[in-house]
C-alpha cells in the first residue's frame, strides 16, 4: 500500500501511514468484485508459487490463495497497520510479508503475480513491469487491475481544492501531493505495448465499467476517504485534515447532486499475460 510523504518521491512512498483498514473496507463487496474479475483470467494450473503485491488487509490474499489452491502465496504491502490486519489470515498456505512493490522482485521465481488496485501507488509502470517480469518462472502468469478513473470529479476536485490556503501553505514549494491515479496510471494502449516489449504472450488488456449504485453521493466521499484522500490525511494536522474533507465534500455534492441512491460508475483496466514457456534469447 504505501509510506509516510517524501518529496522526491510521487509513489508508495507518500502513504505509509495513512491507511485505516476499517475505512478501506466499508466497500468490500465492491473492491473485491474486480479482483474476482481478474482471476478469472488466471489460469491456476502450474501455479505453485504465487504473490499478492500490495496485499492490503489481507483479505484479497486469501481470496487469490483460495482460486490458485495447490500454490503458497505470500501477500507483500509495506504499510504495517494493514499487514497487522493481514497477517489475521495467515495459513500454511498464506504468509505476509513487508515490501515495496515497485522495487519487489523474487530470486527464486513465482508462477504468478497478483497486484489488485496497487500499482497505481507506484510510478514508472514500464520500469515496474520489466522488474516483475525478471521474477516470472518460464509460463508464468502477470494479473495486474488499475482503476481509470482520473477523469471523475472526485479527483479533480481534491486537487484543486490541494492547491488553495490553507492547505497550500502546508504543501510548502514541493506542492500538494499527487494525485497517483492522474500522475501513474497509463492508456490501455500503452499497457499491452509495455507488455509486448517486455516479451509477454497470450496478452490480454481490457477495460470494464463497474456500475456502482452506492446508498447517497455521501458515500463517494467515504469510498475516497478510504484511498485517494489518504494522501491529504499523512500531511496535514488533523483539524486541517477535517475541513479539507468538509469542503470537499461541499463541493462534490455541489457537482454530482446530493442523491439517494448515487450511481457511480467506476473504470478499471485489467492486465493478463503470460511469460513464454522457453523465453527466447
Known amino acids: 500500500m504505501a509510506e509516510p510523504y517524501i518529496e ?122 520489466a522488474l516483475w517480469s525478471a521474477s516470472l518462472r518460464p509460463g508464468g502468469q502477470l494479473a495486474v487491475q488499475v482503476p481509470s478513473n482520473a477523469d471523475q470529479p472526485q479527483h479533480r476536485i481534491a486537487i484543486d481544492l490541494a492547491t488553495e490556503e490553507p492547505y497550500a501553505s502546508v504543501w510548502g514549494p514541493s506542492g500538494p501531493p499527487p494525485d497517483v491515479v492522474v500522475a501513474h496510471v497509463l492508456t490501455p494502449n500503452r499497457y499491452a505495448q509495455i507488455l509486448d516489449g517486455l516479451g509477454f504472450v497470450d496478452i490480454d488488456v481490457t477495460v470494464k465499467v463497474y456500475p456502482h449504485r452506492l446508498p447517497s453521493t455521501r458515500h463517494v466521499v467515504e469510498w475516497v476517504k478510504g484511498t485517494t484522500l489518504t494522501r491529504f490525511r499523512t500531511r496535514l494536522p488533523d483539524n486541517l485534515y477535517q475541513q479539507f474533507v468538509a469542503e470537499y465534500e461541499r463541493r462534490l455534492l455541489n457537482e454530482l447532486g446530493d442523491s439517494a441512491p448515487y450511481f457511480f460508475p467506476f473504470s478499471r483496466v485489467f492486465l493478463h499475460a503470460r511469460r513464454p514457456e522457453c523465453d527466447v534469447p
Open 8 to 129: 522526491e518521491d510521487l509513489g508508495l512512498a507518500t502513504m505509509r501511514d495513512a491507511w485505516d483498514p476499517e475505512q478501506y473496507r466499508l466497500f468490500r463487496e465492491q473492491r473485491l468484485q474486480p479482483l474476482h474479475d481478474l482471476l478469472d483470467l488466471v489460469d491456476p494450473r502450474g501455479v505453485e508459487r504465487a504473490v499478492d503485491l500490495g496485499c492490503g488487509p489481507g483479505e484479497m490474499t486469501e481470496l487469490v490463495a483460495r482460486r490458485v489452491p495447490l500454490a503458497t502465496v505470500v501477500g507483500v504491502d509495506n504499510s504495517p497497520t494493514m499487514l497487522e490486519r493481514a497477517r489475521t489470515f495467515t495459513t500454511p498456505q498464506i504468509r505476509f510479508v513487508e515490501g515495496d512493490l515497485a522495487h519487489w522482485s523474487d530470486p527464486v521465481g513465482v508462477d504468478l503475480i497478483v497486484a489488485n488496485a496497487s500499482l497505481h501507488w507506484a510510478p514508472s509502470h514500464s520500469d515496474v513491469l
